[in-house]
């Protein structure tokens, strides 16, 4: 059974920093991995899609990279706002599980 | 587009009530599905649909919980009878061509059952 793990649980940096969020999962047959954004009270926002095929996607200040023979994925945030806080949410698809969610990284960024 | 529409926003119902939740999933996508998301297990899939038709209910928790979709713009969930650990909030998500492809959500419905 697919497992995905999001460490940290919690990260709180100052404004202007770049950071690294990180997801592991435990199959790597995957098909691809996602990278979400939830607002508090607010559903989620695709951010980035890597298919299994690809290293790595970009968009904007935002870079994910994927290693599927370890199993992690990582998301890069350049230069961080404020207007970054927010839960960020990885999710594995493939096989019977379809989309299995990580417990995500909860993001404060302090002006 | 205005993207996944949910309804209602909030919903406060007591034990042993009935609860239909309601999701306009963006047109012209085939694929529809349900999530549930709490603080101990998560988000959690629990049916979905492709061209209106339910493919995989293996994630439905039990036989309180149904879903139907009538046509290719609506789709109910119901929990008959409710309890309070039904108490989440729901997502419905869609996508077009694909099981795997970029799902979009919706700003979920936040159920509290007394």
């Known amino acids: 059974k697919q497992e995905v793990t999001q460490i940290p649980a919690a990260l709180s940096v100052p404004e202007g920093e770049n950071l690294v969020l990180n997801c592991s999962f435990t199959?790597?047959?995957?098909?691809?991995l996602q990278w979400f954004r939830q607002d508090p009270g607010k559903g989620l926002t695709s951010l980035l899609l890597i298919q299994s095929s690809q290293r790595e996607q970009t968009s904007g200040r935002l870079n994910a990279s994927l290693d599927k023979s370890s199993g992690r994925s990582t998301l890069y945030i350049a230069a961080s706002q404020p207007g970054d806080s927010a839960t960020y949410l990885c999710a594995v698809s493939g096989g019977a599980q379809k989309l299995v969610f990580g417990q995500g990284t909860r993001l404060t960024i302090n002006p | 587009d205005a993207g996944v529409i949910q309804s209602p926003r909030h919903e406060v119902t007591e034990m042993g009530q009935e609860v239909t939740l309601r999701c306009k999933p963006i047109s012209g996508h085939d694929y529809l599905f349900w999530y549930r998301q709490t603080m101990m297990r998560g988000l959690e899939l629990l049916i979905y649909?492709?061209?209106?038709?339910?493919?995989?209910d293996s994630g439905m928790p039990e036989d309180r919980f149904s879903a139907k979709m009538p046509n290719a713009s609506f789709s109910t969930l119901k929990i008959q009878p409710s309890e309070p650990r039904d108490s989440a909030v729901y997502f419905c998500?869609?996508?077009?061509?694909?099981?795997?492809?970029?799902?979009?959500f919706g700003p979920g419905t936040r159920l509290t059952v007394l």
């Open positions: 998500a869609s996508s077009f061509g694909g099981i795997y492809n970029e799902q979009f």
């Open positions: 199959d790597s047959a995957i098909y691809n």
């Open positions: 649909f492709n061209n209106n038709v339910p493919i995989d």
